[in-house]
């Protein structure tokens, strides 16, 4: 999901190359924003004359840089928030930025045009091309009037028909909008929100090559978070009738929009539940269920005694209740009430009789089991929600058995909103020196404990714009040390 990310993840996105291995089913091509920018390139060399041309992403400007590459005689306008330094690009021929790895630890990144291309005006003023480039969200665009012939748009959000509205207003009547979607514009659901139904009133399908193709892509947020979609090309041509504004024509679909807002909240509330007992995504494993494994592998490779668990963080609870099938007695605590209430419901429904589940904070779990000794402490996409996590991990370390292990699993989204940045285990530079939060962890256990085994295990969560996020969750098992 685009909105609050820092800018060099969406430099990223557009400069670089895609090219690391996932589990991802389909798996993602290496640059959305290049091959819209390419695809675009080619429709509107087809047109021939000389075209006004509006350009609007979230992006950093790859795809303008693709219609100046390919195409002659265009006068460009790109509006978007995200845009990169596009004119020293074009300038100088080098683009350098800082791509996130963890926390506030960032890696150097760099992306350079051509020799060819790098020649006083070679892409601009020798091809006949000019661009102006509006760091903005298109609300805030104001076109005074002026109406292009082609617009090219990479939308990310799955009720997209208002955005749609607004961008057949700024085209010319019979001019061509060129569309990469989240929304699968062939649905034509009768809500003005969503764009299968707008465009089959506004406008008519284009058929080209590609169109109807859908384009799977990733960007990286972070070394282990990754925001994935799925998007579809097509093109449309403004229907010559159309001389109403179609902003103005929504006004009638208002009553439909709240159902639709009502449904969004709905889906968010159910989201865990899902992520938990429903199916995986994208060929993408049940994680909750995935990481019982894990857990139940490391117990049996490390000879763990299978006397008694604890799940930390729990959620709604999946983990521990597929713990109980091989340990005589597992604990689990949440925060959240509603986490615990629905442990609980599921564990009876399930026939369990030997899982404890109780509200609880993990920066007091000495004091919620008095003289316990654990064989597992789970805690899993907690630590960088904790308000003092070295709190958490002290107290856990004192709280396993000889043979027990601990086992911290996260993905390090540390935020200061969760965690003071002095409090976060890792994700920080400390005398000029990266400090990852595997090593932060190590630091933090040994000598008592030591890190047996790392391993990323991959989780998949549905977005409620129609994107999903693909994230590791860097999965640490510490044990004794012999
Ligand atoms: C990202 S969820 C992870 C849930 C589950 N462990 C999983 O991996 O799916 C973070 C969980 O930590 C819980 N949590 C946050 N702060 C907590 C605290 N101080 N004590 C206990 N649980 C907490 C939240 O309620 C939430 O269920």
């Not at 265009?74 to 004119?87: F, I, K, T, Y």
């Not at 889906?267 to 995986?280: A, Q, R, T, V």
């Not at 604990?331 to 609880?360: I, P, W």
Request: overall charge negative; aromatic content about 8%.
């Amino acid at each position: 999901m685009f909105g609050v990310l820092p800018p060099g993840v969406r430099i990223s996105e557009s400069f670089s190359e895609f090219q690391e291995q996932t589990l991802l089913q389909p798996s993602p091509i290496p640059c959305w924003p290049s091959t819209l920018g390419s695809l675009a390139a080619g429709v509107i060399r087809a047109q021939g004359a000389r075209s006004k041309v509006l350009v609007t992403s979230q992006g950093a400007g790859r795809i303008t840089l693709e219609l100046l590459r390919g195409c002659t005689s265009l006068e460009v306008v790109h509006v978007s928030p995200g845009l990169a330094d596009m004119a020293q690009l074009l300038s100088s021929g080098q683009l350098a930025w800082e791509q996130p790895l963890e926390g506030r630890i960032t890696e150097q990144r760099e992306f350079r045009l051509t020799q060819e291309e790098r020649g006083e005006g070679a892409l601009l003023g020798a091809k006949n091309n000019s661009v102006e480039w509006i760091r903005a969200q298109l609300d805030d665009y104001s076109a005074s009037n002026n109406l292009f012939q082609v617009v090219v748009a990479d939308i990310r959000s799955s009720n997209s028909g208002d955005m749609i509205r607004k961008l057949g207003d700024l085209l010319d009547t019979g001019g061509c909008l060129i569309l990469g979607s989240i929304d699968d514009v062939d649905d034509q659901s009768s809500s003005p929100k969503h764009s299968g139904g707008v465009l089959s009133r506004y406008f008519d399908r284009v058929p080209c090559v590609n169109n109807e193709a859908s384009y799977p892509h990733i960007y990286k947020e972070t070394r282990n978070k990754h925001q994935f979609a799925i998007s579809y090309f097509s093109v449309w041509r403004k229907k010559t009738d159309q001389t109403k504004a179609l902003c103005a024509a929504s006004e009638a679909g208002d009553d439909v929009r709240d159902a639709v807002e009502y449904y969004e909240n709905d889906k968010i509330l159910n989201s865990y539940d899902l992520f938990h007992f429903g199916e995986g995504l994208l060929s993408v494993k049940n994680f909750p269920l995935r990481m019982a494994e894990v857990c139940l592998e490391a117990c049996d490779k490390y000879k763990a005694r299978l006397e008694l668990a604890l799940d930390a963080g729990a959620g709604p609870g999946r983990t521990a209740m597929e713990l109980c099938t091989k340990f005589k007695q597992v604990c689990a605590y949440d925060y959240s009430h509603g986490f615990v209430e629905n442990m609980l419901s599921k564990a009876r429904t399930a026939g369990l009789t030997n899982l404890e589940g109780r509200q609880g904070d993990s920066h007091a779990q000495a004091e919620m089991y008095p003289g316990r000794k654990f064989d597992l402490i789970f805690g899993c996409n907690l630590i960088d929600r904790l308000h003092t996590p070295a709190l958490w991990v002290q107290q856990s370390k004192e709280m396993l058995s000889d043979s027990g292990l601990l086992v911290i699993s996260s993905p390090y989204t540390w935020k200061p909103e969760h965690t003071e940045p002095d409090l976060w285990l890792g994700g920080r530079v400390e005398e000029e020196q990266p400090l990852f939060t595997q090593d932060g962890l190590e630091k933090l256990l040994g000598p008592e404990l030591v890190l047996l085994e790392a391993k990323k295990v991959p989780f998949v969560i549905p977005d409620s714009d129609g994107t999903f996020q693909y994230t590791y969750s860097n999965c640490t098992i510490f044990g004794r040390s012999k």
